[in-house]
């Protein structure tokens, strides 16, 4: 059987990559009265989360949701292969993605730029039925039983179609990407290019008024550090930001920047460590550093041209 866990009453984190890329996508499946899943994981791997529910005893007729952070094939991927098997459920979107799951051929191309071989291995998304996706706009509620509803929440920055989700009963913010990766206690920014810092901290900052006391990573695991793990993750983003900027205006090249990240960014450096044998997130660091490098220098010509 795949590894899953139970975080909380009537809530699990089903490991979907395991055995073959364990630790690596953590999908979330919220059991109540009807059942939320959050963030299926790529389609390489969605025959795992079928065998998840069957072993958990959940009639797949009561799947009434899967939840998408974002549009990224290494979470939303499975959405559209598993919508063939759970016939009652619907996928949640921003509604900016709404698109790219009806027709995901941009999105498959933009993701083999980015990804190249990588993309190969997570697997091609498939079209989906535009009757089987609902656009999720920001505050929107959606009530599993009398006494369970998730709230949905647009956090932009790691994405322009980032939506975060939260249970208020459980105080636990399901975070995608919005939040970083985060392995053993250690975090990671996952900042890739086109990544916008100012809407990632307006969107910390906006989940910080929720005040969750769990923190459910897709990029692994959870944690219970909650409002504290999302004011590291705001320094950490800052703090790579201010390095990133005075390396480049020094001319210095990215494996400089990178060593001094490591050496100043302590969390970074764990994580690092912790995933020293995991290709996947050891790509995503990298993606990262790119992200702020192009954020930097297109400020840097921006600030050149206005001069």
């Not at 009434?64 to 098997?85: C, F, P, R």
């Not at 990215?254 to 994580?271: G, P, Q, Y």
Request: hydrophobic share 40%; proline share 5%; charged share 20%.
């Amino acid at each position: 059987m795949r590894y899953f866990e139970k975080i909380y009453d009537q809530v699990f984190l089903v490991d979907v990559g395991a055995p073959e890329l364990p630790q690596t996508f953590s999908c979330y499946v919220i059991i109540g009265e009807q059942v939320m899943i959050i963030d299926p994981g790529p389609p390489r791997y969605y025959k795992n989360l079928l065998n998840a529910l069957d072993f958990l005893g959940i009639d797949r007729k009561l799947v009434k949701y899967i939840a998408l952070t974002h549009i990224h094939i290494d979470h939303a991927g499975a959405a559209s292969l598993l919508i063939k098997a759970l016939p009652n459920a619907r996928i949640l979107v921003h509604p900016s993605g709404v698109k790219h799951l009806i027709d995901p051929t941009r999105l498959w191309v933009s993701t083999r730029e980015v990804l190249g071989d990588i993309a190969d291995f997570l697997g091609v998304p498939e079209p989906v039925n535009k009757e089987k996706i609902v656009a999720v706009e920001d505050y929107s509620l959606f009530h599993l039983n009398d006494n369970q509803t998730v709230l949905a929440l647009h956090t932009p920055g790691h994405a322009r179609h980032h939506v975060s989700f939260f249970i208020k009963e459980e105080h636990i913010l399901f975070a995608g990407d919005s939040v970083g990766l985060y392995v053993y206690d250690s975090s990671a920014p996952t900042t890739p290019p086109l990544f916008k810092l100012d809407l990632a901290l307006k969107s910390l900052r906006k989940m910080l008024r929720l005040n969750p006391s769990i923190i459910a990573y897709t990029h692994f695991g959870y944690s219970r550090g909650g409002c504290g793990d999302i004011i590291k993750y705001y320094g950490q983003l800052n703090l790579w930001y201010d390095i990133v900027k005075e390396l480049i205006i020094k001319n210095c090249g990215e494996d400089d920047i990178f060593v001094t990240l490591l050496r100043e960014d302590k969390l970074a450096s764990t994580f690092l460590h912790n995933i020293r044998d995991n290709w996947f997130l050891k790509d995503a660091i990298e993606r990262s550093l790119q992200g702020f490098m192009q954020l930097v220098l297109s400020e840097e010509d921006k600030f050149r041209s206005s001069s």
